[in-house]
Structures are given as C-alpha cells and as structure tokens.
C-alpha cells in the first residue's frame, strides 16, 4: 500500500525541524517515572499552581459567578461570595452576548480591552488605543499570530536572545522563517550588548537573510535578568535604526525580586524618547495571566497591544484572528480581573493584596534560597534571579561527562539532567534546548516549588551534583565557562 499522507515521512518538514525543549525528553522520561511510581518535581515549566501555588479568591470568585449564573440568584449567595465580586461577576455578563458560552469579538470584548487599555495608561502614563489591543489565548497564542504576519519565507530573520524561550525559535521553525541569535552576557548577569546585536544582524545579511523584527524577553526567560531604561532606549535605537519590528515579550513584569531595577515596559520608555523614535518604532507588547502572582496557565488569558501598526495591517491581523472566532472568554475574564483588581475600599481589597504580596514575598525569598543553593555546588555558578520564575545556572561538566554522553548519543547537558533526573525526581530543561554558547552547559529550573520543600530540593542537588562531580573528574578538563 501506498505511504498516505499523514504517514511521517510525508510530514510538513517544518513541523518535523521544530523543537520545544520545556516539554522535551527530559519531560516525557519524567512522565514515564512518575507512572512507574517515583515522586518527580516538576521544574521544567513555568506552571505555578501545579507545585502548590494557591488561586488568588477574587478572581476566581467572580469567573466561578459568571460560569454559573444562576448562583447569583440564590438568597444565600452572599454568604459565599462578597457583594463586589458579585457585582464584578454581573458587570462582565453584560458584556457578553450570551455568556461565557458565546462567542466574543475576534479581537476579544470591548469592555475588557477598554480596561487593559486602562491598565497600560496608568502603568507608563500615556494613553492606549482599545483598538489596538487583541485578546489571545494565553500570550503564546499572540506572539504566534504576530510572527505569522512577519515571516514571509526562509530569507526573513528574527533577531531572537539566546539563550532563549523555545516558543520563539519552535515558531519561527513552525512558519519557516530564520532564527538570527544575539547572545546574552552570562559574565555581566546575562546583560545585552548592543555590539553584539550589530554583529548578528552583519551576519545575518551576509548570507542573504532580511532581519525584519527583533524579541526582547524581559524579565527574562530563561535567564531572569531585568532590562534597565537605559538597556531599552539602546534597543529601541537599534530598532529605528535597523528598520526592526520590536517584540516585548513581558509576560514576567510582576515578577521582580530586586529593587535595584524595577519592571519597565518598552512602550513607556519607546513614548518618553520622543518623536521621531516614538512615532517610527513598531512595537508590539505581550501580556498573560499565566504569570505574575496570578499563575493561571490553564486558564489562557492573554493581550498584545500595538504601537505604530498602519491600519491596513491591523485589519489584517484582525482578518487571520477571525478564522479562530473568538479567544476564550473565561481567560478574557481574567484578564480583566487582572488589569482591574480591587481597589481600596473594596470589600475584597485586603484580601487581595494580602495573597498576592504573600506570593510575591515568598518567590522572592525563593529566588535567593536557589541561587544560593545553586552557587553552594561542586563546579556550578548561578546569577541571581531578578525577576522571572527560573534560575539558569551554568554546569562546568568534566571532559568525562562529555565523552560518556557522546557515547550514549546524548548532549552532554541532556545526559546530566536525565541522570539528576533518575536519582533525585527533579525534572528540569537543559540548557542546550534554550541556546547557549558552544561548549558551555546550563539546565533550568523554576523557583516555583513550595518555600518550604525547597531546602530539601537543594540538598538533594548538591548530594547528586557533588556525587556526579566526583564520579566523572579525573583532572582531565572541563566545559568551559
């Protein structure tokens, strides 16, 4: 019989190419443990209720009214719920043109993209254009529509940070465009230089390639480090300059745990440069519920918002997001819960900023426990992770490492986290699916285990990292750092 045409060999090539190393082979032999009855933690994505992390109650109050209507006409619903998420829970069903079960707007509801817009003009003090703000499932959903519309073919580059999150170079993969890397400085805690943006770029168009748009991650996945204002005003001159579309992804601007360098968006440093940088530069913003003290990732609530987008191209944007009918409304729901918390006087308000500051407070004090656990290990360094939910440390793996994977077919980083792997249950990602520099290791893993099983966590990676460490040297050389 004749191959047919979902037989693999017949496969879309680039679907076989693409890679998304956070749920890997380090992920699917974690799955395989755990039915065999070992205990894995699940570091390998950044998926914060699924280690403990509770639900904040406001939000999930007003989304549980509004997926079952008929609650709010039981005398006895404010016993359970308080009067505010009630009338938050009515006031987004009148938004809705048959509940959550219909259809909203391609773009999402008006209503809810009023209020993001709202959210971004008290955030970087400029007014936003509801108009140009299109709710998505999740942010990933949104960066895959906006790359979509840029790569045109093989010859169109996207300047992509490495190491960096897999979404960007599986998508560029997926649509059959090229990836062009800048590299993080690890040495300067994983800083960007605009000398060696420059330098890719050169490259890329030596062999032909258009770079037609660059991503910055910040905070930064899966390196944790904050861009400062002056990092962005180079970033978006590179970009006036180069003619580049800027991609913020910003899904992690609630998580910060420094104070030396706050979150600060793109946009809001793009409109106080003035013009003509602020007239010229396309920039388009990314936003999640999935992230911040929030961590609802089942629940795929997502934004972009545009800046200096012609009209003829947001209709277009609109016109492919129409094919999909509509982003799911619960998600759209919590983002706007999201954008629109409870304010002071508000019944529910100390409640709120008790829990998210309680998460907050203790991702911080994560983040320290980690890198410090991290930088107590045989041949590993750590940078501190400013903001984000993961540490990415570097492992200084002995020559015998690498000559042990290489005969087991495996990257010599692969084959250390599937051995932490086997004797600790800790499930994290190398760091060869992010990117690194040739001859350097790294693995990630979140911050997102509970506070108080992460001394445990540590301990039981110094004991198996000592113990690697001791079985694999025989002062024949190491990885470079």
């Not at 409109?271 to 388009?284: A, F, T």
């Not at 445990?456 to 040297?473: C, G, H, L, P, T």
């Amino acid at each position: 019989m004749s191959s047919k045409s979902l037989d693999y060999e017949n496969l879309n090539e680039n679907v076989k190419k693409c890679q998304y190393a956070v749920r890997g082979e380090l992920y699917l032999r974690a799955s395989e443990l755990q039915k065999e009855g070992k205990k894995i933690i699940f570091t390998n994505v950044g998926n914060p209720h699924a280690l403990g992390q509770k639900p904040l109650t406001f939000p999930r109050q007003v989304v549980a009214l509004c997926q079952a209507p008929f609650l709010m006409d039981d005398p006895n619903v404010g016993t359970l719920f308080h009067a505010d998420a009630i009338a938050r829970a009515k006031h987004y069903l009148s938004m809705t043109s048959g509940g959550l079960g219909a259809y909203s707007d391609s773009r999402g509801l008006p209503g809810i993209r009023k209020e993001v817009a709202e959210f971004i003009e008290r955030r970087d003090g400029y007014p936003s254009d509801p108009e140009l703000i299109f709710l998505t499932d999740g942010a990933s959903k949104g960066v895959m529509q906006i790359l979509n519309s840029i790569i045109r073919g093989a010859h169109d580059g996207i300047l992509v940070p490495v190491p960096q999150y897999p979404l960007y170079s599986a998508t560029i993969s997926l649509l059959g465009g090229s990836l062009v890397p800048y590299y993080l400085e690890e040495t300067a805690n994983w800083g960007l230089d605009i000398g060696n943006l420059r330098q890719s770029v050169t490259q890329a168009r030596s062999q032909g390639i258009t770079v037609r748009a660059m991503v910055i991650i910040n905070p930064g996945n899966p390196t944790g480090q904050c861009l400062s204002e002056a990092n962005l005003k180079e970033v978006l001159k590179f970009c006036y300059e180069n003619n580049l579309v800027l991609l913020g992804d910003e899904v992690y601007q609630q998580n910060i745990y420094q104070d030396e360098r706050p979150f600060i968006s793109a946009r809001k440093v793009l409109m106080d440069m003035g013009p003509p940088i602020s007239k010229e530069v396309q920039l388009v913003s990314f936003h999640t519920v999935s992230k911040g003290y929030w961590g609802e990732c089942g629940q795929r609530g997502g934004y972009f918002e545009m800046t200096n987008i012609s009209p003829q191209t947001v209709e277009e944007i609109y016109k492919v997001a129409s094919i999909s009918l509509s982003p799911n409304v619960p998600g759209q729901i919590f983002m706007g819960l999201m954008v629109s918390p409870p304010k002071p006087g508000d019944i529910s308000y100390e409640r709120y900023v008790r829990e998210s500051k309680g998460i907050l407070e203790s991702l911080r004090r994560r983040a320290r426990i980690m890198t410090d656990g991290f930088n107590c290990c045989r041949n590993v360094v750590c940078n501190f992770t400013e903001g984000a939910m993961y540490s990415f440390p570097q492992i200084r793996l002995p020559l015998k490492v690498m000559e042990a994977a290489k005969r087991a077919g495996k990257v010599a980083d692969v084959f250390y986290c599937l051995k932490l792997l086997e004797a600790t249950g800790i499930s994290t990602v190398p760091g060869s699916g992010f990117g690194q520099k040739e001859g350097v290791f790294h693995l990630r893993t979140t911050i997102l285990p509970a506070e108080e099983d992460m001394p445990a966590i540590m301990a039981s990676f110094k004991k198996f990292n000592d113990e690697f460490m001791e079985q694999y040297e025989d002062n024949g050389g190491y990885s470079r750092m």
